[in-house]
Nanobody, 123 residues
Framework: QAQLVESGGGLVQAGGSLRLSCAAS????????MGWFRQAPGKEREFVAA????????YYADSVKGRFTISRDNAKNTVYLQMNSLKPEDTADYYC????????????????WGQGTQVTVSS
């Protein structure tokens, strides 16, 4: 099993940047594909970015492509989400998730979830 803890959320002005981190427990972090998802009030949870176990391939939602970067450090059991050029519509709770096997964009396919970190972008 994997236990995930996100950090790095906060309040930022539009155009600013934040870096989210997700620390995983356990010794099998490198066996998990990792994803970032977000959920705004009154909306469904949506895919943001995902990364393969090796870190050599990444996937992004169209809404964040070119602005967000997902990366991982398997030696530190940590996955990151660098968010640049933030917009008010990026405001949401952000969650990291882990799954065995390949990276996917479907929240229901991820077995392990963190508690979330709040990101608020003011205009």
């Amino acid at each position: 099993q994997a236990q995930l803890v996100e950090s790095g959320g906060g309040l930022v002005q539009a155009g600013g940047s934040l870096r989210l981190s997700c620390a995983a427990s356990g010794r099998t972090f490198s066996s998990y594909a990792m994803g970032w998802f977000r959920q705004a009030p009154g909306k469904e949870r949506e895919f943001v970015a995902a990364i393969r176990r090796s870190g050599d391939t990444t996937y992004y939602a169209d809404s964040v492509k070119g602005r967000f970067t997902i990366s991982r450090d398997n030696a530190k059991n940590t996955v990151y989400l660098q968010m640049n050029s933030l917009k008010p519509e990026d405001t949401a709770d952000y969650y990291c998730a882990a799954r065995a096997g390949i990276a996917t964009t479907t929240p229901g396919s991820y077995a392990y979830w963190g508690q979330g970190t709040q990101v608020t972008v003011s205009s």
